[in-house]
C-alpha cells in the first residue's frame, strides 16, 4: 500500500484515524481493495496449508496380527487413505492458485510428501497381500 501512495503508510503509535483520513487516500481505493484481497486469498491458502499438516499430528499407522502365525501387518488405512486422497486433491487445487505465489515452494514440498506417501502405502499394501497369499505356501509341511 506504500508503494501505491509512495509514501510510507505503516501505523506507529500516533496513528490516529483522523491523521488517515486527512492523508486523502480515496483515488488509490481501488488499488488498495486489490492488494487487501489478494492478501486474503494468500492467507486462506496458507491457512488451508498449516490446517492440512497439522490434521496429520495425530495420524498412526495401525498394525494387527493376522490370524494365528505371528505375523504383524498393516490394517485399518481406510481413514488414512481418505484424508491422504482429500488433501493431494485439495494441494493440487492450491497449486493451481495464482496466489500461492509466496509459498510456491513449500505447498510443492507438500505435494511431493503427500504422493510419497501414498506410494509407500501402495506398495506396502500390494508386499503385504501378496505375503498373505504366499504364507500358507511356505507354512505347509512340505515346504517345511
Known amino acids: ?45 496458507e491457512k488451508a496449508l498449516r490446517k492440512m499438516q497439522e490434521d496429520w499430528e495425530p495420524v ?8 494365528e502365525t505371528g505375523l504383524t501387518i498393516l490394517s485399518s488405512v481406510d481413514d488414512i487413505q481418505t484424508i491422504l486422497d482429500d488433501h493431494i486433491v485439495k494441494t493440487q ?9 509466496p509459498f510456491e515452494d513449500e505447498i510443492k514440498a507438500w505435494e511431493t510428501r503427500l504422493l510419497l506417501i501414498q506410494a509407500i502405502i501402495d506398495v506396502w499394501l500390494k508386499v503385504q497381500s501378496n505375503w498373505l497369499y504366499l504364507d500358507p505356501i511356505f507354512a505347509s509341511e512340505d515346504i517345511k
Open 93 to 101: 487445487t492450491m497449486k493451481g492458485s495464482p496466489f500461492i505465489k
Open 1 to 45: 500500500m506504500s508503494t501505491i501512495y509512495q509514501r510510507n503508510l505503516k501505523p506507529d503509535t500516533g496513528t490516529t484515524l483522523r491523521k488517515v483520513l486527512q492523508l486523502g487516500l480515496e483515488p488509490y481505493m481501488e488499488q488498495f481493495e486489490q492488494v487487501s484481497a489478494g492478501a486474503s486469498k494468500e492467507y486462506s491458502l
Open 60 to 67: 498412526m499407522f495401525n498394525s494387527s496380527k493376522y490370524k
